[in-house]
């Protein structure tokens, strides 16, 4: 199962690569590659040398991962992360849908200060540019006309972030960004066995549920 779905995946992001390739825009992008940017580590908040370390597997287009960083995070951040008591790590867990795999790409191309920023800005604004039914309604006309509403919609939000649409286009035809998102789910699933999102991991350990009550409770225990 999980070797069909990352082989569905891996022909996605293909087809997703030869779109920017036949625009011509493959050749800006090789050239941004030299720099790979913060693709090499991770996206943190608060203390990173924090005892108790928290990572949050999350999707641009997840539901339940807005409802998290809108109702769990102001708590978690006020109480234990502003506090120096936690490192705070998210990491994207892309699914086999456009709209997720345009926003994460994009998310790691702006400026590392404008991660979190970016990412609050996707999970606030989801209902108006995550747009299923009009992208289904397109895929009559084709996959690429569908796939570029889809980037469209997720450029938008990074437009108001202050990225250029021309570097959008630079960034969503890079290879590395695409294997760092591939390579992101593979460790996911096989280190920590995730499976949906959001997904959080205490100091090495999957919690039960994504409760505020349930992670302070494994915080508490891995600070003795």
Not at 21 to 49: H, R
């Amino acid at each position: 199962m999980i070797k069909q779905l990352n082989k569905r995946i891996t022909e996605f992001l293909g087809l997703v690569f030869v779109i920017f390739s036949l625009t011509g825009m493959v050749t800006l992008a090789q050239a941004a590659e030299k720099d790979a940017g913060f693709l090499n580590y991770d996206m943190v908040m608060g203390n990173k040398n924090a005892p108790v370390e928290v990572i949050e597997y999350g999707s641009t287009t997840c539901p339940h991962c807005a409802a998290f960083e809108k109702e769990v995070m102001p708590l978690l951040k006020k109480k234990y992360i502003d506090t120096g008591k936690v490192k705070y790590i998210f990491r994207n867990f892309v699914f086999q849908q456009p709209f997720d795999v345009f926003a994460s790409s994009l998310n790691r191309c702006v400026p590392e200060k404008k991660f979190f920023p970016l990412l609050g800005l996707y999970f606030k604004r989801q209902p108006s540019w995550v747009k299923y039914k009009e992208f289904g309604e397109l895929r009559p006309y084709g996959r690429y006309a569908a796939l570029g509403f889809a980037k469209g919609e997720a450029i938008k939000i990074a437009k108001i972030a202050g990225m250029k649409e021309s570097e959008a286009f630079q960034c969503l035809a890079r290879t590395d960004v695409l294997k760092y998102l591939m390579d992101g789910n593979k460790i996911a699933r096989e280190k920590y066995d995730v499976n949906g999102t959001p997904t959080v991991i205490v100091n090495g350990k999957k919690v039960e549920n994504n409760e505020f009550e349930t992670i302070e409770k494994a915080i508490l225990a891995a600070e003795k």
